[in-house]
């Protein structure tokens, strides 16, 4: 994910709020990923021999880098019993790292630097970090759910720790005055494995067992929340999400065709026969994809992005979720995931060039 320059500045000035000039030139040496992706990270000694020309200790390299990871401008964590490090995208990784320490100021620059630079220069890669999976923790799903879009599935394979965390994105439009209209909660969204561990180290948020990740999650389908997870077939981390607070979800809702652009295999069926037209689902659904017509339910697929919130509370489990043709297989890993974003940025600025 590209960092572009601006005319204004602005990423200077948040970097400056990020970074101080030392910490900087020691940050500069760092590979970029995601703790957990293990070539992505590397230890103090690894680093401490590419930046001795700068004249720090190795004591003093450990302490700006947990004093960096601390503020969130960088990934850090331990492993085997080793402190690894790794610096990390602006967004998804720097930004929601600021949970709890989010300031108004580093917000409006974030914003500014967001509508000038930083979308502009990502937004047409065609590889999304996010992608939409179904709720449903004690769904019976009529039709199978593939196994790395089910949240049961995903789960029961972690072995966790598992992380608990508040929402930077709902913190965001609390700043602004605009809080969530779906849930007044904010420790919706969640971590897990070395990810979940830095969140744990860092003190971003508090550790919890499987059981209560699961009853929290089953709470936030309750509340109408959408599961959005990295785009691999790894489960890293899982948002809470909804379009009043998510900026991808929200820039989704405004346009005709969600659904031709939202990573996800599923759409929604109602059965007319069962059916009762009830309205539940039409209030439900975040997307706008539903409506009722002559006295039952009727899904608009072009809007439905197949998160499943609709089925939440049916009384004639009149709707299904059913895997679209020819769906989207993630990426094996984070890792792959990041491969498959940098390619598809090169394929993109070689299309541009020969424009």
């Not at 503020?71 to 402190?83: E, L, P, Q, R, S």
């Not at 929340?225 to 379009?243: A, P, Y």
């Not at 309205?279 to 975040?286: I, K, M, S, T």
Request: proline share 4%; glycine share 6%.
């Amino acid at each position: 994910m590209r960092f572009p320059a601006t005319e204004s500045g602005v990423e200077i000035r948040l970097l400056k709020k990020l970074f101080t000039p030392d910490e900087a030139e020691i940050a500069l040496v760092l590979k970029c990923g995601y703790p957990g992706i293990l070539d992505m990270s590397e230890t103090i000694e690894t680093i401490f021999d590419r930046v001795k020309h700068l004249g720090f200790s190795k004591e003093e390299v450990g302490q700006h880098l947990d004093k960096m990871a601390k503020n969130g401008a960088i990934a850090g964590v331990t492993k085997d019993g080793k402190k690894i490090y790794t610096n990390a995208l602006l967004i998804i990784g720097i930004y929601e790292f600021q949970v709890d320490k989010l300031t108004e100021e580093f917000q409006k620059d974030l914003d500014q630097y967001k509508a000038e630079a930083f979308w502009p220069a990502n937004r047409d890669i065609g590889v999304g970090q996010l992608r939409t999976i179904p709720v449903g923790i004690e769904i019976k799903h009529e039709n199978p759910i593939i196994k790395y879009d089910d949240i049961k599935i995903q789960f029961e394979k972690s072995e966790g720790p598992f992380a608990k965390m508040n929402c930077v994105c709902r913190q965001s439009k609390d700043l602004k005055n605009e809080p969530c209209q779906a849930t007044d909660r904010r420790e919706v969204c969640m971590a897990m494995g070395e990810m979940g561990q830095m969140y744990v180290e860092q003190g971003y948020g508090r550790e919890i067992t499987k059981e209560e990740a699961l009853q929290y999650l089953k709470k936030n389908e309750e509340d109408g929340l959408i599961f959005q997870l990295s785009n691999s077939q790894e489960m890293v981390f899982v948002c809470s999400c909804c379009t009043c607070c998510c900026e991808g979800l929200a820039s989704l809702k405004q346009i005709p065709n969600p659904a031709d652009y939202a990573s996800s295999n599923y759409q929604a069926v109602v059965n007319e026969e069962l059916c009762s037209g009830c309205g539940n689902c039409v209030e439900r659904c975040q997307m706008d994809a539903i409506t009722l017509e002559s006295e039952f339910a009727v899904v608009e697929q072009k809007r439905c992005i197949g998160c499943g919130n609709c089925l939440i509370g049916c009384p004639e489990d009149a709707i299904t979720l059913v895997v679209k043709e020819n769906p989207r297989i993630p990426p094996l890993t984070t890792s792959d995931l990041f491969s498959k974003i940098a390619e598809a940025r090169r394929k993109a600025e070689t299309k541009s060039e020969v424009k």
